[in-house]
């Protein structure tokens, strides 16, 4: 069975670190991109960053460039989010989701997600 | 940024009827435009990639359709298990954004 399955969020205080992980199963992980979408309590989908296959390549969003870190183990079959300076605004329940790329345009999209890892930023 | 406008944002219907969500990008995107259907306490799911295929396991009833910046999802007859929200989010330019969502209730 295909699997994703978050771990590490929590409580944190602001200003602090957090390192997300996410265990990849039943898929050849080193083939994929792999990329984490958040989602505040009540609001929408956010994408966050996404990884190369070999992870030669690394995108993020500007308000976590600099704080934010993705990385990918590919013999643990795992991906992972480091966390810095965390504020309040990055408070939510964060999706490692695989990523497919297919077809002469490179299509790509989010087609097998995990369950979410929550944190929360707090005082 | 690509900016994804969703409408309506809510939506209610009965079960039968024939739903249609429209999606529009700020700029082009071509065909890099997916759907995907997300239930209260649960993970987004794919329903359509490229605008307009169906991902593997979905019910035919749904179906996508556009390219440049209007797309459409169609529900073709309303079920019991399709009451969601659903989102639309182009992967054509980094970074991918998602629209607002569009929250489908039962009428």
């Known amino acids: 069975e295909v699997q994703l399955v978050e771990s590490g969020g929590g409580l944190v205080q602001p200003g602090g670190s957090l390192r997300l992980s996410c265990a990849a199963s039943?898929?050849?992980?080193?083939?994929?991109?792999m990329t984490w979408v958040r989602q505040a309590p009540g609001k929408g989908l956010e994408w966050v960053a996404n990884i190369k296959r070999d992870g030669s390549e690394k995108y993020y969003m500007d308000s976590v460039k600099g704080r934010f870190t993705i990385s990918r183990d590919n013999v643990k079959n795992s991906l992972y989010l480091q966390m810095n300076s965390l504020s309040a605004e990055d408070s939510a329940l964060y999706y490692c989701?695989?990523?497919?790329?297919?077809?002469?345009?490179?299509?790509?999209?989010?087609?097998?997600w995990g369950t979410g890892a929550m944190v929360t930023v707090s005082s | 940024d690509t900016q994804m406008t969703q409408s309506p944002s809510s939506l209610s219907a009965s079960v039968g009827d024939r739903v249609t969500i429209t999606c529009q990008a700020s700029q082009s995107v071509s065909s890099h435009l997916n759907w995907y259907q997300q239930k209260l306490g649960k993970a987004p799911k794919l329903l359509i990639y490229?605008?307009?295929s169906l991902q593997s396991g979905v019910p035919s009833r749904f179906s996508g359709s556009g390219s440049g910046t209007d797309f459409t999802l169609t529900i073709s007859s309303l079920q019991p298990e399709d009451f969601a929200t659903y989102y639309c989010q182009q992967s054509y330019t980094t970074p991918v954004t998602f629209g607002q969502g569009t929250k489908l209730e039962i009428k």
């Open positions: 989701a695989r990523v497919t790329v297919a077809g002469v345009f490179n299509y790509y999209y989010m087609d097998v």
């Open positions: 039943g898929f050849t992980f080193s083939s994929y991109w």
């Open positions: 490229a605008a307009s």
